[in-house]
């Protein structure tokens, strides 16, 4: 063991992570020396307290350690004096919380008169991670000489269960916050797309409307940007384009959702002109390959981009961020349009935002029709359909987007590899997947998600409405000819 001096100016640092202490009141400077020792590499602060309890007290001190290790980028754990104490005028109730990067992961109960151990995993690499973009640590001149640095060694512990929670959802807030970030996200999307049509002097829109979830999202966002621009929703065009695979629940959802929100609503089929262009470029009709796919897609793009050249307004792009994240769309189809109000939204979050938008924002007839489309299998429609039900569902193909949403906030955010994204999806999903599952559908998230950078690295503009997105010009400026490195799907042989 080693004997040191306890100050505010002592770390104690190992290969893995560094860790300091203060003392009760050191939190509640102005400035506490823990915020100095976070800048000099502590990842975990400890604060040894005796804070005696007042009513009230407890939500500002919890408060207050949630946001002081959020600032930190730390993980902070706070322990005060309990039973035992004397009362003889104040009374100390055994709080202790941990907490890490603004988050409270586990605290104890106070006013037990049992002993009490709260244990928790802090994760040390998300908080690697998130100093690296943090301009206070990127900037910060180290004043080592002015430090007392004490080494340890962190012994093999071998395998522990992880006792935190993971939500499944992690684009989703959980509980009562849901609705108010639903409609935060809505006026994001809503304002960014007003701001352009006035930038630009446009005073109509363009948007094909497929009678699934993305296009419902945009078109509700579109009519939303209208209403605070005072400009008609008739100028907003609507247009359904069924072909080979459309069905009529979704045809007619289109149609229905366009009639009730007041908007200029257009049918126009692309099944004539798909076949001639087939007999244009030589292809057999009843050869359903990506050819007969994305011809599709592109004929309906042709149609947007046309009609909106002729009108005088801006093509409004439907497609999700999950979708981009896996390059679930057509190069030069679905994946252009002038403005994408959706290119920051996961497929987990537009699902809620469907639902809230029908509970919130509308009401009887269209509060029906999206409900309906939240209840649709989410599918392209591009291959035939079968006694008018939906053949061809996206999910089978790519996998489950709640899966590959898991995947992408915890790459993208934290930067994690595939066995640290396997460990967590594991106590995610452990009642809803097996982990063989789990693995093959990472192995398609990290295989798509490289492969088709060269997609992202051309989008078009499109509003950011959480910390992450996929803009090349923003958050994600990656090569589109880079290689999947085996470290990064680490389990993989």
């Not at 398609?444 to 992450?468: A, E, L, T």
Request: with cysteine; glycine share 6%.
């Amino acid at each position: 063991g080693q004997q040191c001096c306890l100050c505010a100016n002592t770390l104690f640092r190992s290969r893995e992570l560094s860790f300091s202490i203060e003392i009760c009141q050191d939190l509640w400077a102005v400035v506490p020396p823990s915020s100095k020792q976070a800048l000099e590499g502590s990842h975990i602060i400890f604060n040894l307290s005796a804070s005696d309890e007042l009513a009230g007290k407890n939500d500002y001190r919890r408060t207050l350690v949630a946001q002081h290790s959020g600032r930190c980028n730390a993980g902070y754990v706070y322990a005060s004096a309990g039973f035992g104490e004397s009362s003889t005028d104040v009374l100390f109730a055994s709080s202790a919380i941990i907490a890490e990067n603004g988050v409270i992961l586990a605290e104890s109960n106070r006013f037990s008169f049992d002993q009490q151990l709260v244990i928790t995993e802090i994760d040390i690499e998300r908080l690697r991670n998130d100093r690296l973009h943090n301009d206070s640590f990127k900037n910060y001149v180290s004043e080592a000489t002015l430090w007392r640095v004490h080494s340890f060694e962190i012994k093999e512990v071998g395998s522990l269960d992880l006792t935190r929670e993971v939500s499944k959802h992690p684009f989703v807030p959980a509980g009562d916050k849901l609705d108010e970030r639903c409609c935060e996200i809505f006026d994001i999307q809503s304002n960014a797309l007003a701001i352009r049509l006035a930038n630009t002097g446009i005073d109509k829109a363009v948007i094909g409307i497929s009678g699934g979830l993305d296009s419902s999202l945009a078109l509700m966002v579109t009519a939303e940007a209208f209403d605070k621009l005072s400009t008609p929703r008739s100028n907003i065009i609507g247009i359904t384009m069924p072909g080979f695979g459309t069905t009529s629940r979704t045809e007619d959802n289109s149609m229905a959702l366009m009639e009730s929100l007041g908007i200029s609503a257009r049918r126009i089929s692309i099944e004539k002109a798909v076949m001639q262009h087939f007999v244009d470029i030589g292809h057999n009709k009843d050869i359903h390959d990506t050819t007969y796919e994305n011809s599709q897609a592109r004929e309906r793009t042709q149609i947007l981009m046309d009609v909106a050249n002729k009108e005088g307004a801006l093509v409004v792009g439907t497609g999700d961020m999950s979708e981009l994240a896996l390059g679930w769309c057509t190069y030069n189809g679905d994946h252009i349009s002038m403005y994408g109000v959706n290119s920051g939204v996961p497929k987990t979050l537009v699902r809620h935002l469907v639902e809230w938008a029908a509970r919130c924002k509308t009401d009887g007839e269209t509060a029906k029709i999206l409900l309906d489309v939240l209840d649709t299998p989410i599918s392209p429609e591009l291959l035939p359909h079968s006694n008018d039900s939906i053949s061809q569902k996206t999910e089978d193909i790519v996998g489950p987007y709640e899966l590959h949403d898991f995947f992408l906030y915890h790459f993208l955010r934290f930067g994690y590899n595939a066995d640290k994204m396997l460990l967590f999806a594991k106590k995610s999903f452990k009642n809803d997947y097996s982990v063989e599952n789990i693995k093959k559908w990472l192995n398609v998230f990290f295989s798509r998600f490289f492969s088709q950078q060269f997609k992202r690295s051309c989008m078009p503009d499109g509003v950011k409405v959480g910390n992450i997105d996929l803009s090349p010009r923003g958050s994600l400026r990656m090569a589109s000819d880079i290689r999947l490195c085996g470290e990064m799907c680490g389990f993989k042989k």
